[in-house]
């Protein structure tokens, strides 16, 4: 099986229409910037280009261990599939944390792995979690170079319990599972997701994403 892994590629302008974490969002005219249940803005996390759009995520980081953004069912935080055509860069609420402090360019990396070594019996998939750990190991090192790894795009969740999977509010379905994303290559340009590892899925027929940790 392949992995895409999302691999960090340096800074990127923060208006920039590339794969990133960080900057500023880009969306449809007449975008609001999303609030949560907490009255305060969601800080953008990332932009995401796929097949038919753009994913772009976004969740509240201004009462940690209060707002519950690991929850898919929170208003603390929004998944968008916005279609690919005319977006521009939305202009940014003034008070609460809405930005991150650095924009991190993202490429793609597509890594081989054995599905034999990455499925337990119980078809618990750990494939991400073994391209991740194996991204540029050294058989002298306790570890690869990790936190260049952003995540990871398309393929199945990781370790996430078939009760996690988020429903589509608009059709009520099981959603499609998008892509993973980590906290980030430093503390400073950090999304802080509590150590845990961030989930972003897609229901591309009613245009709903979620997001959630794990
Ligand atoms: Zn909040
Ligand atoms: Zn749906």
């Known amino acids: 099986m392949q992995i895409a892994l999302m691999i960090y590629d340096g800074s990127a302008p923060a208006d920039s229409d590339v ?6 969002p880009l969306a ?8 949560c249940g907490c009255g305060g803005p969601l800080q953008f996390f990332a932009h995401l280009p796929v097949e038919d759009g753009v994913l772009s995520v ?11 953004f690991w929850d898919a069912s929170s208003s603390a935080n929004r998944v968008y599939l916005f279609p690919r055509e005319e977006l521009r860069p939305v202009a940014v609420p003034e008070a609460g944390l809405t930005l991150l402090p650095a924009t991190s360019a993202i490429r793609t990396h597509v890594v081989t ?12 998939d750990g494939a991400y979690d ?10 002298e090192e306790g570890f690869g170079k990790q936190r260049e790894v952003l995540g990871s795009l398309g393929g199945s969740p990781s370790y996430l319990e078939d009760d996690r999977l988020p429903v589509c509010p ?9 892509a ?6 430093t503390r400073e340009t950090a999304m802080k997701l509590g150590g845990q590892l961030g989930y972003v899925f897609v229901c ?9 940790t794990d």
Request: charged fraction near 25%.
């Open 19 to 24: 794969p990133r974490t960080g900057g500023v």
């Open 28 to 35: 449809p005219a007449g975008f609001a910037w999303p609030l």
């Open 58 to 68: 976004f969740l509240c980081q201004n009462n940690p261990g209060a707002c519950a």
């Open 113 to 124: 792995i054995d599905p034999e070594d990455a499925c337990d019996e119980e078809g618990i």
């Open 130 to 139: 073994l391209a991740r750990s194996g991204w540029k190991w050294e058989p």
């Open 170 to 178: 608009s059709c009520t379905g099981t959603m499609e599972f998008a």
């Open 180 to 185: 993973h994303l980590e906290e980030g290559i």
């Open 204 to 212: 591309r027929p009613c245009r709903e994403g979620a997001f959630l």
